[in-house]
Each structure stands twice: as structure tokens, then as C-alpha cells.
């Protein structure tokens, strides 16, 4: 029943913003799947990024309230942070969360990996559930934020989800998918 | 027992790309909350944008099957677009609804508007539930893409969630919250 659908093809690429490792932005000239070209398609290229849902062995939930800059006031926040330049998305996930809560975990649930931007890209989010955490060692949150750690049970996160608390997309995404896991 | 968190200053910001409506960047010097300044922080501009998980009134759940530039292959997509200068979010998603399938619903559930990147800012994306669909005229999908419209189950849209079918973040988020509010 489904049709053959051809994605489009990129006919000439041009970087014309270079901030690094944080921001690339790109001119494409894109040839559609009908054979119309379309000049001047903005591309955004930013770093692909982990989130973790952190289940502790005492079945609490690790967040963070803390700032950022593109939020107004403070936010929940799921571990995370950006993969290095060749490292794979769980390996990320493991430092992050040993980095920002001292913890390891036993179990880690790969919840799936998504694109930011559909037509313009920009990044990967992988996202990550991991169960049975336990501190091994002091935090070395080295982030430029103030953060503050916190422990929810389910009840309460699912209420701070459900009042938009998580105020970041792939935040809110993570602790959904991972509440949704834990239920099945 | 929350201490008070100081979100950062912006001191200044210069606009380094301009693709109209469809992306900005700014280069903007930040302070700190302890005073500490940086220069060069890239901050995005793109659109503001909904989507929206549709229920019918014979309870399955309409999606596309369609291609965008940044999939690889085909993707499950909810209803989406982004919002027209001046227009509030609840009215895109009707418009969009109407224009894309041809629908309106008996019932909007708002499931939270979120900042697409907490560091550069991007977009805010607002989620919404629709209720009680039904076909009121013909579709008038102008996109550029191609685009399969599917009737799925709840069980199925359930499966194609968990099986990371939808591969674009905000669409797999709007999916999970639309389907945990339909559990509880």
C-alpha cells in the first residue's frame, strides 16, 4: 500500500556561519523529489546531545532544577550533555550521569534517537533510560548553570511533567518516554 | 529550600544571518549569574511551530507517512506547521488540522509549549491533543513534501512510537503526551 516516497537530494552545499564545535550553519541549494530546485535552504548543524531518565535503586527519579539561558526562571532538568567528537551516545549517557550525579546505573534502556529539525536538522538527540543508580563517587558538575540535585518519586515527576516543568523539548520527551517504559 | 537562581544577562547581540522568516542567527555576549562573561554565544531563530496528535471520532489516530530533507527514508508524522506572524498557537493547530486532513475536532487539550534548544534558543514548540476529528472538506496539502495519510490504533500508534517510527523529536514527544493523557 505504501508508495515509493524519494527523499531530496542536496545539489550544492555552502558553510557560511562557523562558531565550532557549537554551530555550523550551511546554504543548500535542494533538488526535490518532482525535480524543482530550491535555492537558500538554511541547514543548521549543532552538536548531538544525551538525555537520561535516572532511576535510582531506591526507585526515585535523579533531576536538576536549574537555569539556562534560552529559559525564562528555572526548569526540571534530566541528565545530559553533548557526545564528544567520536564518542558513541551511551558512553555520553554514562559520563554524563557520572559527571553530574556521581552515580552509575545497572540497566540502561535505550529510548531511540531523533532529529531536532526536520527540514533543517540541526541535531541528534539519543535519550536513554537507566535504572538501579548508585553513587560511586562525589558529583563534578563542572556546567556553567546553578543546579540544584533533586529526588522525585514517579508521582511527582509524572505531576512535573504534566505541569510542563521540564520546559526543554528533548527533557520533556525523555521523561515521558522513560514513564511510558516503566509502565509497560 | 530552593535557593534563587539568576537567569543570565544578554549584553549584547548582533545579527550575523538572515534568512527571513525561516532562520536567524545572532552572536550575542552573555553574563553569568556570577558575573563571569562570554562572547560569541550563537542563538538560533526559527519559527515557532505546533503538533498536534488527532484523534478521530471512530477513536484512530490520523498521521503521515512523508519524507523531509533531514530523514533519511520515511518517517510517521503527526499534523504540524508552524505559526503565521500574529497567529496564536491553538489557531495554527485548526488551521493546520483543516488544511492537512481536512478535519476539525470537537476537543483541544493543550499539552505544553517547549524551547526546542535550552542554549541557543531555536523555536518553541507547542504540543496539542485534538479530540473527536471528523472530515469537513477535502485536504489542501500544499507542502512540499509527499505525504501518505494513515489511520492508525491506538495499539499500533503505541507500537510505531516504541519502535522510534517517529523520527523527528517534537513528533515522537507530542505522540507520548498525547498518549499518556489518553491513560490516565
Redesign the interface.
Known sequence: M??K????KTLSRQK??D?GK??T?ENHT?E??DGRV?E???W?I?PDYINVLVETDEKKFLCF???????????L?PVGGYLEPGEDALTTAQRELLEETGCVAREWITL???????????AT?HLFLARGAHRVQERHADD???Q?LLLLSRAELQAA?AA?E????????VV??G??YL?D
Open positions: 505504501s508508495k516516497m524519494d527523499s531530496w557560511i556561519v562558531f557549537w554551530l550553519v535542494v526535490l523529489h530550491i537558500n535552504w538554511p543548521i549543532t532544577r536549574q537555569t539556562k539561558y534560552a529559559i525564562d526562571g528555572t526548569s532538568a531511540g534517537s531523533y532529529i531536532v529539525d526536520a527540514n533543517r536538522g540541526a538527540g556553567l548553570e546553578e540544584e511533567l510542563g521540564f520546559k526543554v523539548l528533548a527533557w520533556t520527551t515521558a518516554l514513564l511510558m509502565k
